[in-house]
């Protein structure tokens, strides 16, 4: 479905201009480049300081275009094998639907440029705003799906991007060497069509803690397939990390509207990958230009802050106890993506995950270790 920037009505001007604008601060924070390495082969500290002055960063040209043509194949797949409505055990084509057998959740829908969670007690409330809801085009479906979780145990592609080295070296770097999983999506944003989600800050664990700091729940990889704009892509308040949790609904009276003054898009090319600190204040609107979004997303946490954690459940996770045998089984993704990357870029070199060598513990990715990954996201680390 083709769509242009329309049914804003008086608005319409105003949010050109909050684009416009957005994007020429977005490029003037410094705050993207390639992966680098200094000279003991550790990720580049520039890299770090931007990434904890700004709280995101663009990492540019990670995923090359081999690979993100294996993620196309698998994401067509599976929008093919997505149930015909919400609820139906079949797919458009009779077959059994995507996820129509899964206990975990896995699909979450909205009606076209809805706001689905923005002012309700969803995700525990922390989606405090209602998002601006423009009208879909005469012929929209009644609903879409925008959000897929467990996404590692439907594409491969998927769970290579999960062990690309660069990676796993960034999340290292940020989060120690004994870094531990959150949880794994596709966010899609077809154009005329994609749900916003409203301004909120992740996270619900800690922010009471004496302990907390702009770490402490963790971060998020972006990997996108078509690039991002301001008009699809997420927003962010640059530094909001560090401020503790904040109050968004006085954000948005300030504002006046839903268009945060302060906040700048994450611009990305395709193949480029964002990391974005959980605790910034971010959303994003509404998809009524023409192009598509679709992110491969994955998060993870320092190992402090999820051992011994207690939580009350969360949009990933139900009510659970978080130890090490819990940890270890989530973990077991991690040496899978990375075991299956290895087999489809063999010269490349693995990224070693330092528990799983301390523990001498090794995986193989074939058919089995992929059908081991049925719900694996039941067990998703979610604080």
């Not at 319409?12 to 082969?41: I, K």
């Not at 294996?70 to 997505?82: C, G, H, P, S, T």
């Not at 996270?203 to 907390?212: A, E, F, K, N, Q």
């Not at 060598?357 to 990715?365: K, L, R, S, Y």
Request: glycine share 10%; net charge negative; charged share 20%.
């Amino acid at each position: 479905m083709s769509a242009v920037m329309v049914d804003y009505g008086d608005q319409e001007a105003a949010m050109r201009a909050y684009l416009a604008e957005g994007r020429e601060r977005a490029y003037a924070l410094g705050n993207r480049g390639p992966v680098r390495y200094d000279a003991q082969g550790r990720i580049h500290p520039d890299i770090l300081a931007a990434y904890w002055r700004c709280g995101f960063y663009v990492f540019e040209g990670v995923l090359k275009a081999d690979e993100l043509a294996d993620i196309e194949a698998d994401f067509k797949d599976i929008m093919e094998r997505l149930p015909a409505h919400r609820g139906s055990p079949l797919d458009r084509h009779g077959r059994p639907a995507l996820a129509a057998d899964c206990a975990a959740p896995t699909l979450m829908w909205s009606r076209p440029l809805g706001d689905p969670v923005g002012g309700t007690r969803a995700a525990n409330g922390r989606h405090p705003v209602k998002m601006f809801e423009p009208t879909a085009a005469q012929g929209a479906p009644e609903e879409v799906v925008y959000l897929i979780l467990g996404t590692l145990q439907f594409s491969d592609a998927a769970l290579r991007v999960y062990g690309h080295p660069d990676l796993l070296a960034v999340a290292a770097a940020v989060n120690g060497d004994d870094f531990v999983p959150f949880n794994e999506a596709f966010f899609i944003k077809e154009p005329g069509l994609g749900a916003s989600v409203a301004w909120h800050q992740d996270g619900v664990t800690h922010w009471d803690s004496p302990d907390l700091d702009p770490g402490t729940h963790g971060f998020n990889f972006m990997a996108q397939l078509y690039g991002c704009t301001p008009a699809n892509g997420v927003w962010v308040v640059p530094g909001s990390h560090t401020l503790g949790r904040a109050d968004i609904r006085a954000m948005a009276r300030k504002a006046g509207s839903d268009r945060l003054p302060d906040a700048v898009p994450i611009i990305c090319a395709p193949g480029d990958v964002a990391i974005t600190n959980r605790q910034t204040v971010h959303g994003s609107f509404a998809n009524t230009s023409p192009d598509w979004r679709v992110t491969v997303n994955f998060g993870f946490h320092r190992r402090r802050s999820v051992l011994g954690v207690r939580t009350t459940g969360t949009l990933h996770a139900a009510e659970a106890f978080y130890d090490e045998a819990r940890i270890r089984e989530r973990a077991r993704a991690i040496g899978l993506g990375i075991a299956a990357r290895q087999q489809r870029f063999p010269h490349e070199k693995p990224f070693v995950y330092q528990p799983h060598a301390q523990a001498g513990e090794t995986f193989t990715w074939d058919a089995q270790a992929r059908a081991s990954l049925k719900d694996y996201n039941l067990l998703d680390l979610s604080i």
